[in-house]
C-alpha cells in the first residue's frame, strides 16, 4: 500500500507561503484535516487549584485564547477536546480527574499546566499530593512555573497546535483515535486505606530515567 | 404553613412548604467537583425534594495539598511562598497575616513604612478580590462573560503593579518578618496612584452595569438570608458577617498595621442575604480607594525592613502565638507554636472561607439549586483555602 | 421603571464595544504570539546561575557550592554536590565549585528565597517563560550548564539589580585586594609575623555553615 | 476585660470541682491560656460565652497539636556554699524524665460584643492512642463543627457530642491520621531528581546502585 501522504509535494514550504499570501491555498487532506484540528480545541471547563485562575485569565480580555479558537470552555466532559490539568492534583482528586479524561471522547489532549501538575510541585512532598497527573494519564505538553503566566499557557496550546499538526492521519504513528485498537481510557484508581490504589498506571508510568547520582553523605 | 418534616432542630432553618399534592421522592445529586459554579473542586452532595433543597452536605478536601504538615517541615522564611497559595487571589493579604502572627511570636518591630507599605498592598489586594468576586458571582448567576471580563480587566492593572513591584502575578511572596522585600520607588507609587484615580469611575460603570439591573435583584434579593446571631456563633467574619449587621472589621477591633491612623467607614448590610453580600463588597472597595488616598498621602520615608530582622537561620523562642488580620474574605489568622527550633512545631491557618462554609446549609435549606449556587458564590471561597 | 436598569446596563456594555474600535483602555488585547509581553524588571521566573566569562563559563562560576540555597529552597528542587578539588574563581582564588548544580523546574515556585540567600549574588532570577515542553524528564531538568547565563545577559534581564551587584562585588574586590597588600606589605617587614588572614568573600554572611 | 488569673479564680469558684491551670506562654505574644479538664470543658465553655462580663461570642480557631512522648532534661542548679570559705559553687543537677505523649486542642475565643480577646482555652488528652476522647465545644459555638472534624481527621481526637463526626478532608475510607508526628506517607520516591535531606534517605531505595568508582562529572 503506497503512503497516502506524500512527504514532499514538489513544492517548498516558501513558495507555499507565498501563495498562501495570494489566497492560493494548496493543501493535502492530512493538512486540512489537522489544521481544522489545531485551531478549534475546546478545553474543559475544569479548574484545579491557582493555576485555573491564571487559566481564566487567559480566556479574558487581556490574553484572549479566542484567537487560537480555544475559547469554548465546555463544562461537560463529553464535548471537550483538551484537558488542561490546571493544579495540584490530590489523592483525593485524582479518580476524579481520571474518570473525567475517561469520558472525553477522542481525539483528545492534555496539558499539565503549572509545577503541582507535572510533578506535585511545592506540595510535592505532601501525602495527600499525587506526584503528576502523567502517572495515570497521557500527558502531552508540560508547562512548568508556579504558576505559568497566560502567555506561557497560550504558549503551551500553540506548542499543542504544532502537535496536533504534524500528527499523520494514517498510519503506524496516527493519534490514539485514529489506530484501530487505539484505547487510552485509564484504570480509575481508588481511595484506599493508606494511600490510592493503585499508586500510579503502570502502562504509563514506567521507571523513569535513571539517574546516577553520587551518594551524598 | 406546615411544619416541615426537614426542620433542623440545632438551627431552626426549614423548609419553605414545597408542593404537597406532587408527593415524590427526594433524590440526592452530587455537585462537583468538577462542577462549572463551585469555585475550584468543591463537592456538595444535595438532597433535592424536586428542585428544592432539603439538606446539603459539603465535602471538603479535594485540595487538601498538606500546607501545614509542608509549613511543619520548612523553615519559618520557607513557609512564606507557601501562604501565597493558601488564598491564591490574595497573597498579599496572607503574607501580611503570616508575618504579622511570626512577628507577634518573636516580638519583631515593623518599621513604619512597611506598614503604610502593607496597608496599600492590602487594599489593593481587597480591590483585587471583591472585583472578581463580583465578577463570579455574576457568572454564577448566569450572565457569563462580560462583568467577569470587566473585572479581570481592572484585575490585570492590579496584578501588573503587583508584578513589577514584587516579580509575580499572584504569587507575590513580598512580606518578611519585620518589613518588606523590597521598597517601592516612587515611579511605583505613582502609578498606584493614578490606578486608585481611576479605580472610582471604573467602580461606577461596574455598579451602572450592576447594581440596578432588576434580573439581579431578583435573584439575590431574599436568597440565602444569614441572621446575625447564626453569623456570630458560626465564627462568620468578614464582608459575609458584615452582611448581617454586625460591626466588626478587625482593621477597626484591632487596629493592627496603621490602619487607626485611617479615616474610613465599615459599610453594613440589613438582611443578610445575597444581595447585601454583594452591596457590602462594592461598598468596601469605595472605603479601601480612600483608605489608600490617605496612605499614598501618609506614606513617611525611611527603612521598609527592620535591620534587626533575620532572614536565615532564625528560631523564635518557645511560645506561641495567634496572629490575625483582616483579610479581603474575613479574618485570616495564623496559629504558631514554636519549640525553640528553626521549623514551626504547629503551624495552623485560621482560613476564613473554611469556616464561613460552616453556615451553608442553613443558607440553601429551601432554596433551589440555582440558588445555592450563587450563595455559595455569595459567601467567596477559595478552595486553596478551604482545603489547604 | 422595570427595564431601566438593565437598559442601564446594556449601555454600559454598548459604551465598551464601541469604545473597544478606539479606545486603548477598553480594548486591552495583548496578541501575544507576535507581541511579546513587556516583562517588568523584577519579573521572575526561574533561577540561573550567573558566570562572569561568556567565553569560559564553568570557569568563571560565582557559585562556590556552599549549598545554603539547596538547604532553604523550600519545596527543595535544587541538588548540589561540591568538586573535590578547587578551581581559580574570577578573582583568582582557589574556590570549591559545584560538580553537579541541578535544579528541577518542574518543582520549582518561584519564590526568590534562593536569591535572597544567596551570599555570593551567584544565583539569580531568569524571566524566560516560554517552556512549554513535551518532556518532562529532560526538558525541565536544568543541570550546571544548562543553567549557566554570563553577567552581561543578567544585566539585559534586571539591568539596576545587575548594576549594584557589580558594583558591590567590585568594592568587595578591591578590599580584598588592599588588604592582601598590605598583608603583604606587613609581611615583608616582619618575616615572623603570621600570614595574611584569607580576603572574605562572603558580603553578607560570614558565618557559612558547612554541607552535612 | 479581667486579668486570666482572675477569670480562672472565677471559674474556680463556680466549678470548684473543675481543674482549671493557667498555662503561661513565655513568648512576647502573652497569650496565655486555660487548661481546662474534659468533664467540666463544656460547660465552663458555655459560661465563657454566656456571661455578661465576658461574652466570648465567637470562637474563632480551633487546632490541635501533637506532643509525642519525649525524654527531658531538667537541670536544676543548687548554689552550694563553698565550706573553705572561697566562691559559692553552682551544681548542676540533671534529672531526666519522660514527658508522656498527648495529644491538644486549642480554642482561640473572642468576644464580637465586648471587642476583646483572646481567651485560649487548652484541653489535653490522657494519651495518644487509646484515651482520645474530649468533650466537642459545638453545641457551644457552631463554628467548631468543621474544625473539630478537621482535628479529627488530621489527629484523631474523637469529640464527644459532636454532631456529625466525620472525615472531612482525608477521604473516609482513610486509616492514619497524618498530621501526627509519627505518621509515615506512602512511598513514591521513585522519581527524586534532586533529593537532600530527609528525602534524599527516602529516595536512596529507589536509586540505582553507583558505580563503585564513578567519579562526579566534573
Given amino acids: 500500500m503506497s503512503d497516502p501522504t506524500p512527504t514532499n509535494p514538489g513544492i517548498t514550504e516558501t513558495e507555499r507561503d507565498e501563495l498562501r499570501r495570494h489566497g492560493i491555498l494548496l493543501t493535502g487532506l492530512e493538512e486540512l484535516y489537522n489544521w481544522g484540528r489545531s485551531h478549534s480545541v475546546w478545553p474543559l471547563n475544569f479548574g484545579l487549584a491557582c493555576c485555573a485562575i491564571e487559566m481564566i485569565a487567559a480566556s479574558m480580555a487581556k490574553f484572549d485564547i479566542a484567537r487560537f479558537g480555544s475559547e469554548v470552555f465546555r463544562p461537560s466532559p463529553r464535548q471537550a477536546d483538551l484537558l488542561i490539568v490546571s493544579g495540584t492534583v490530590t489523592k483525593k482528586m485524582a479518580p476524579q480527574v481520571v474518570r473525567l479524561w475517561n469520558q472525553m471522547p477522542e481525539p483528545k489532549y492534555c496539558i499539565a499546566m503549572g509545577a503541582c501538575a507535572i510533578s506535585g510541585g511545592p506540595f510535592k512532598q505532601g501525602y495527600n499530593v499525587l506526584k503528576g497527573i502523567d502517572r495515570f494519564i497521557p500527558v502531552d505538553i508540560y508547562i512548568p512555573g508556579c504558576p505559568p503566566r497566560p502567555e506561557a499557557l497560550l504558549h503551551g496550546l500553540v506548542q499543542l497546535q504544532e502537535k496536533i499538526r504534524n500528527q499523520a492521519i494514517a498510519g503506524p504513528d496516527a493519534p490514539r483515535h485514529l489506530q484501530a485498537e487505539g484505547d487510552c481510557n485509564c484504570p480509575i484508581p481508588e481511595c484506599g486505606a493508606h494511600d490510592i490504589e493503585p499508586a500510579q498506571n503502570g502502562a504509563l508510568w514506567p521507571k523513569p530515567p535513571e539517574l546516577v547520582r553520587p551518594t551524598k553523605s | 404553613m406546615n411544619a416541615s418534616p426537614f426542620t433542623n432542630p440545632s438551627t431552626g432553618a426549614h423548609v419553605r412548604s414545597v408542593r404537597s399534592d406532587l408527593p415524590g421522592d427526594l433524590m440526592e445529586v452530587s455537585m462537583g467537583p468538577h462542577h462549572p459554579s463551585t469555585h475550584g473542586v468543591f463537592r456538595m452532595i444535595v438532597t433535592l425534594d424536586g428542585e428544592t433543597i432539603v439538606r446539603l452536605k459539603p465535602v471538603f478536601g479535594y485540595l487538601h495539598r498538606n500546607h501545614e504538615k509542608l509549613a511543619e517541615n520548612t523553615s519559618y522564611l520557607g513557609s512564606m511562598p507557601y501562604t501565597d497559595r493558601l488564598d491564591y487571589l490574595n497573597s498579599m493579604t496572607n503574607n501580611w497575616a503570616y508575618a504579622r502572627a511570626v512577628e507577634q511570636l518573636a516580638g519583631i518591630a515593623v518599621p513604619e513604612r512597611a506598614e503604610y507599605v502593607r496597608v496599600i498592598l492590602a487594599e489593593l489586594t481587597r480591590l483585587l478580590n471583591h472585583t472578581c468576586l463580583a465578577g463570579f458571582l455574576m457568572q454564577d448567576c448566569g450572565c457569563s462573560g462580560t462583568p467577569l471580563m470587566y473585572a479581570f480587566r481592572e484585575r490585570e492593572k492590579i496584578l501588573d503593579l503587583f508584578e513589577s513591584l514584587s516579580g509575580s502575578r499572584m504569587m507575590c511572596n513580598y512580606q518578611r518578618f519585620g518589613g518588606c522585600r523590597v521598597d517601592p520607588s516612587a515611579d511605583w507609587l505613582a502609578r498606584a496612584r493614578q490606578l486608585v484615580e481611576e479605580y472610582g469611575p471604573f467602580l461606577d460603570e461596574f455598579e451602572a452595569l450592576l447594581t440596578g439591573n432588576e434580573i439581579l435583584l431578583a435573584r439575590t434579593q431574599g436568597v440565602g438570608r444569614l441572621s446575625a446571631a447564626l453569623a456570630i456563633n458560626a465564627g462568620v467574619t468578614g464582608p459575609m458577617l458584615r452582611a448581617t449587621g454586625v460591626n466588626h472589621d478587625l482593621r477597626k477591633v484591632d487596629g493592627y498595621g496603621v490602619y487607626p491612623r485611617f479615616q474610613f467607614r465599615i459599610p453594613l448590610g440589613e438582611h443578610g442575604d445575597v444581595y447585601d453580600r454583594y452591596m457590602i463588597r462594592i461598598l468596601e472597595m469605595r472605603e479601601s480607594l480612600a483608605i489608600l488616598r490617605q496612605a499614598f498621602a501618609g506614606l513617611p520615608a525611611g527603612p521598609i525592613m527592620n535591620p534587626a530582622a533575620k532572614l536565615r537561620g532564625f528560631r523564635p523562642k518557645v511560645g506561641e502565638a495567634y496572629g490575625r488580620i483582616e483579610g479581603p474574605k474575613g479574618e485570616i489568622g495564623f496559629h504558631l507554636v514554636s519549640d525553640g527550633g528553626p521549623n514551626p512545631w504547629r503551624y495552623h491557618v485560621r482560613a476564613p472561607s473554611f469556616i464561613n462554609l460552616t453556615i451553608l446549609e442553613d443558607l440553601c435549606l429551601g432554596h433551589t439549586v440555582a440558588d445555592a449556587v450563587i450563595i455559595l458564590g455569595s459567601i467567596d471561597i477559595v478552595l486553596g483555602e478551604v482545603d489547604r | 421603571m422595570l427595564g431601566t436598569g438593565i437598559l442601564q446596563g446594556l449601555i454600559v456594555t454598548a459604551k465598551n464595544f464601541v469604545g473597544s474600535f478606539h479606545d486603548p483602555a477598553r480594548y486591552t488585547t495583548l496578541e501575544y504570539p507576535e507581541v511579546k509581553p513587556a516583562l517588568p524588571e523584577a519579573y521572575r521566573n526561574f533561577p540561573f546561575l550567573v558566570c562572569d566569562n561568556a567565553t569560559d563559563p564553568m570557569g568563571t562560576l560565582r557559585c562556590v557550592a556552599c549549598q545554603i540555597c539547596e538547604k532553604e529552597c523550600p519545596p527543595q528542587c535544587i541538588y548540589i554536590e561540591k568538586s573535590r578539588d578547587k578551581k581559580p574563581d574570577a578573582t583568582g582564588k582557589l574556590q570549591i565549585y559545584p560538580a553537579v548544580f541541578a535544579i528541577d523546574t518542574s518543582v520549582c515556585m518561584s519564590c526568590q528565597i534562593c536569591v535572597e540567600v544567596c551570599p555570593f549574588d551567584a544565583i539569580k532570577m531568569d524571566q524566560v517563560f516560554e517552556i512549554a515542553t513535551t518532556d518532562r524528564y529532560a526538558a525541565l531538568l536544568l543541570d550546571r550548564g544548562q543553567l549557566t547565563k554570563p553577567n552581561a545577559y543578567f544585566h539585559t534581564i534586571h539591568p539596576t539589580e545587575a548594576a549594584e551587584v557589580d558594583a558591590r562585588l567590585t568594592a568587595d574586590r578591591q578590599a580584598a585586594e588592599e588588604k592582601a597588600r598590605a598583608a603583604a606589605l606587613a609581611k615583608a617587614k616582619t618575616p615572623a609575623a603570621s600570614p595574611a588572614p584569607a580576603a572574605p568573600v562572603a558580603k553578607r554572611d560570614q558565618t557559612l555553615e558547612s554541607a552535612p | ?218
Avoid at chain 4, 524524665?97 to 480554642?107: D, H, M, N, T
Fill in chain 4, 1 to 218: 476585660m479581667e486579668t486570666l488569673t482572675q477569670l480562672r479564680d472565677r471559674i474556680a469558684a463556680l466549678f470548684p470541682a473543675a481543674d482549671v491551670v493557667l498555662a503561661t506562654n513565655p513568648s512576647p505574644s502573652a497569650q496565655h491560656a486555660l487548661r481546662l479538664d474534659a468533664t467540666h470543658a463544656r460547660a465552663i465553655a458555655t459560661f465563657l460565652r454566656d456571661d455578661p462580663a465576658l461574652q466570648l461570642d465567637q470562637c474563632t480557631n480551633v487546632t490541635g497539636i501533637d506532643w509525642p512522648e519525649k525524654e527531658v532534661v531538667d537541670v536544676t542548679r543548687t548554689t552550694v556554699p563553698d565550706p573553705a570559705g572561697g566562691a559559692p559553687r553552682v551544681v548542676e543537677e540533671k534529672t531526666r524524665r519522660i514527658e508522656p505523649g498527648r495529644l491538644e486542642v486549642v480554642y482561640h475565643l473572642y468576644s464580637i460584643a465586648l471587642s476583646h480577646g483572646p481567651v485560649v482555652l487548652r484541653l489535653v488528652t490522657g494519651n495518644r492512642t487509646d484515651a482520645v476522647t474530649l468533650p466537642s465545644l459545638t453545641p457551644v459555638w457552631r463554628s467548631a463543627e468543621f474544625q473539630e472534624r478537621e482535628v479529627y481527621d488530621l489527629f484523631g481526637i474523637v469529640f464527644e457530642g459532636h454532631p456529625d463526626l466525620r472525615r472531612i478532608l482525608m477521604w473516609d475510607g482513610f486509616k492514619d491520621h497524618p498530621m501526627r508526628r509519627d505518621y509515615r506517607e506512602p512511598d513514591d520516591y521513585e522519581w527524586e531528581p534532586t533529593p537532600h535531606g530527609d528525602v534524599l534517605a527516602k529516595a536512596k531505595q529507589h536509586y540505582p546502585a553507583p558505580a563503585p568508582s564513578a567519579p562526579s562529572t566534573p
